[in-house]
């Protein structure tokens, strides 16, 4: 596609439940970044995708997080057990590789749990 | 600990008037700095950026400054729009041994053009 989409657009969750996040990143675009944004916070770095591989998980903010990417194109985000703190707005990106202009974002996904 | 900081949370500018962005940073190896704009509901856009040897990088009503000493870095836009209300993100590129490896953020600024 044109662009990086993200979906669902919004998703309501029950505490406890588990959700997936859905990231379809720019065709070719080797790289892919997860990120969350909560209420009056930046943008926190979650994981990064190059190719198939994560070389960096540290980002994720607990073991119940977990992500992966398949044939290098897109990518799922999944929460389980999902507590009310992981309330925020999940943003992806993709890049050629690098880190500067060619980093295009997603709408991102806004998660709710109740 | 915040490699990234932006002290203020909002500024509100005058249409026409210049509108300036301050983003302070703690890590001495960040040679690279962006800017993004974030327009509610959608994810940030890539605005402008600024390597580390260079102090001032211009690009139409946008000009970032860097001042490597002062680890500071400000996005200046001449004359503020009503269209740049936006949040502006200050961001800076982490490195692992394999590379660049994601941006670490600032919390954002937002910028509130008025009539």
């Known amino acids: 596609g044109a662009g990086v989409s993200q979906s669902p657009s919004n998703k309501v969750t029950e505490k406890g439940k588990d959700v997936e996040l859905r990231c379809d990143p720019i065709s070719g675009h080797t790289a892919l970044y997860w990120y969350r944004q909560s209420l009056g916070q930046g943008l926190e770095f979650l994981i990064y995708f190059q190719g198939n591989s994560a070389p960096d998980k540290s980002g994720l903010p607990s073991d119940r997080f977990s992500a992966e990417r398949t044939g290098g194109s897109v990518s799922t985000l999944t929460i389980q057990r999902t507590q009310q703190e992981d309330s925020a707005v999940y943003l992806c990106?993709?890049?050629?590789?690098?880190?500067?202009?060619?980093?295009?974002f997603g709408s991102g996904t806004r998660l709710t749990v109740v | 600990d915040q490699q990234v900081k932006q002290n203020s949370p909002s500024l509100s500018v005058q249409e026409g008037r210049i509108s300036i962005l301050n983003c302070d940073y703690t890590n001495s190896m960040f040679d690279y700095f962006l800017w993004y704009k974030k327009y509610p509901a959608e994810g940030p856009t890539f605005l402008i950026s600024?390597?580390?040897?260079?102090d001032k990088n211009e690009d139409g009503r946008f000009t970032v400054f860097l001042n490597k000493s002062a680890k500071h870095l400000s996005l200046h836009i001449v004359p503020s729009q009503p269209g740049d209300s936006a949040v502006y993100f200050c961001?800076?590129?982490?490195?692992?041994?394999?590379?660049?490896?994601?941006?670490?953020f600032g919390k954002g600024t937002h910028l509130i053009i008025q009539p």
């Open positions: 990106a993709s890049s050629l590789g690098g880190v500067g202009y060619g980093y295009t």
């Open positions: 600024i390597s580390s040897i260079k």
């Open positions: 961001a800076a590129p982490t490195y692992s041994g394999g590379g660049a490896d994601g941006l670490t």
